[in-house]
C-alpha cells in the first residue's frame, strides 16, 4: 500500500484511484477490526481478523507440541 501512496510515475488519474482505494481498504479495516499480514513465503497479503488468526495459530500450534518457555534458551548453546 505505501508502494502505491509513493509512486510519482504513474498517470494521476490511476494515482488518484489508488489512493482512494487504500484510503477506503484502511478505514474498513480499523471499523472491521482486521489485520493485514505478509504471507511466509513470497509477496502475498492476507487479510485476518484476530480471532481467525488467533484459531489459526492455536489449531497449529496445538498438535505441533509447541510450549511456552518460562526463559530464553540462548544460554544453553553459548559455547
Same mark, same amino acid.
Given at each position: ?5 509513493? +509512486? ?32 511466509? @513465503? ?11 488468526? +488467533?484459531? @489459526?495459530?492455536?489449531?497449529? +500450534? ?7 518457555l ?7 548453546? @553459548?559455547?
Open positions: 500500500m505505501k508502494q502505491i501512496i509513493d +509512486s510519482s510515475n504513474r498517470s494521476d488519474v490511476v494515482q488518484k484511484r489508488q489512493l482512494y482505494v487504500v484510503k477506503e481498504l484502511n478505514k474498513r479495516f480499523a471499523t472491521e477490526n482486521a489485520i493485514i499480514i505478509q504471507e511466509d @513465503k513470497g509477496k502475498t497479503i492476507v487479510i485476518i481478523y484476530p480471532k481467525g488468526y +488467533s484459531e @489459526k495459530v492455536h489449531s497449529f +500450534s496445538i498438535p505441533n507440541n509447541f510450549s511456552n518460562t526463559k530464553g534458551p540462548t544460554e544453553n548453546y @553459548k559455547n
